[in-house]
């Protein structure tokens, strides 16, 4: 390795990165700035230019890592099979590496290689977290492993901090895709830790969003808020909701790498508590369409319609009790900014109604609400 973790810890610390973050990081909630507008990770040049692998890269986090890492002047290569396209920031890979090959059974492509930083963004199997970590400790200084906050399903505490420990059996035996999702997270950090040990980082976000995103989910609402006239408000107005700019958490997984940051990250937003109703009439507040909100605030009518979740909203009992419920302290504290998510839902709006998206697939968002369902929904609840 053509320098050691000392000399690049040492480095870090002279450039002035995570401590001078906040004039020295701050050790309570309390020291964070809320009183200030929001800046975001300087685009300006790192002090040190880092060599950055991202066991992905290509698909919804991957593009956004791949910006904010350009943009603070580090060198990256991306690792995939070569068969996803990025969709957003497409002009920016003209500018990083791509090393092919499957986290499956071909790492070769990996091999005889140096890196400061490899960001994981494994989504199906620990054992691809396995392998790689295993392959790369001594090639790379430091291992930055997205987890989930899936990790402490069942959600059944509140102010879920990192101290609680994430389950590691799924005792639903795969019938719980919750579950079997969460395990396999828990058992990727293990991974990443045994091989890496405090040269790990474990990145757990929440729900995350913005444009480029793979599953519909906030495409469902800019969709629905396009659309107008009467629309199901789901949940109690209190309800809390949370979720993350995407570019918040690639800024974030950035930044985190040139500090010298370890151990384990809740990652979610907003900053302060957000309810359903703030998060709606904040929808409301981006569009022009006339819009007429009903309120449908009973779980026990939702629930016998099937209407369990919608992000950001989720019925909050049971098994999801603390689901909007993480604590997010510790990542605030190290530097986690976060932009308005008027400017979240503005920008994924553009990105909808973009090429990058098809006109199918803005017809029918993969949503638990497609228009006919809502109408179904609303007439049932009108009628009881
Ligand atoms: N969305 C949320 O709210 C949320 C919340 C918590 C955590 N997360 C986590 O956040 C991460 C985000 O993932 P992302 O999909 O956006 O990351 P990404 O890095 O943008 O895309 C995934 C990459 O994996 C590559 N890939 C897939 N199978 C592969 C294989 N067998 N070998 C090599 N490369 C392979 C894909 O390229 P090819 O297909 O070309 O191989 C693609 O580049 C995931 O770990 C997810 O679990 C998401």
């Known amino acids: 390795m053509s320098r050691s973790r000392r000399d690049f810890l040492r480095s870090s610390v002279a450039a002035g990165s995570a401590l001078a973050f906040g ?5 309570v909630l309390g020291a964070v700035p809320h009183h200030r507008p929001h800046t975001h990770t300087s685009k300006a040049p790192a002090p040190r230019s880092l060599r950055i692998l991202i066991l992905g890269g290509t698909s919804f ?3 956004h890592q791949v910006r904010a890492a350009l943009q603070r002047g580090h060198e990256v290569t991306i690792f995939t099979r070569g068969r996803t396209q990025p969709k957003v920031n497409v002009e920016d890979f003209q500018r990083v590496e791509h090393l092919i090959g499957d986290r499956e059974d071909d790492l070769g492509a990996l091999g005889g290689r140096e890196w400061d930083v490899v960001f994981d963004n494994s989504t199906r199997k620990w054992e691809w977290a396995r392998d790689s970590a295993q392959l790369l400790k001594d090639s790379a200084d430091r291992y930055l492993f997205i987890s989930s906050t899936g990790v402490y399903y069942p959600y059944l505490t509140m102010n879920i901090d990192e101290s609680v420990q994430p389950n590691t059996v799924d005792e639903s035996g795969g019938q719980d895709g919750s579950a079997a999702y969460g395990v396999m997270k828990t058992l990727g950090e293990m991974e990443a830790q045994q091989a890496f040990g405090d040269r790990a980082i474990i990145a757990r976000p ?5 444009p480029g995103e793979s599953q519909d989910r906030h495409g469902y609402w800019v969709e ?6 009467e629309v199901l408000a789901m949940g109690r107005r209190d309800d809390p909701v949370m979720l993350l700019d995407v570019r918040d958490l690639a800024e974030f997984c950035v930044h985190l790498v040139e500090t010298e940051a370890g151990g384990i990250f809740n990652i979610a937003g907003p900053a302060s508590p957000l309810t ?10 981006c569009t022009g369409k006339e819009v007429h909100w009903t309120w449908v605030d009973d779980y026990e009518f939702l629930k016998a319609h099937g209407l369990h979740f919608a992000v950001p909203w989720i019925l909050l009992d049971g098994l999801e009790l603390g689901y909007t419920s993480i604590n997010i302290d510790k990542a605030l504290e190290y530097g986690l900014k976060m932009r308005p998510l008027a400017r979240t839902h503005l920008d994924t709006r553009d990105w909808w109604y973009s090429e990058a998206v098809s006109e199918e697939r803005r017809n029918s968002p993969r949503f638990p609400l497609t228009p006919g369902r809502e109408a ?3 007439e049932a609840w009108k009628a009881r």
């Open 376 to 378: 179904e929904i609303l």
């Open 224 to 229: 629905r808020m396009e659309r107008g006239g």
């Open 276 to 285: 359903q109703e703030e998060f709606l009439y904040g929808l409301r507040f």
């Open 23 to 27: 004039a020295g990081a701050p050790s």
């Open 206 to 210: 929440q729900h995350f969003t913005g």
């Open 61 to 63: 986090l991957g593009p």
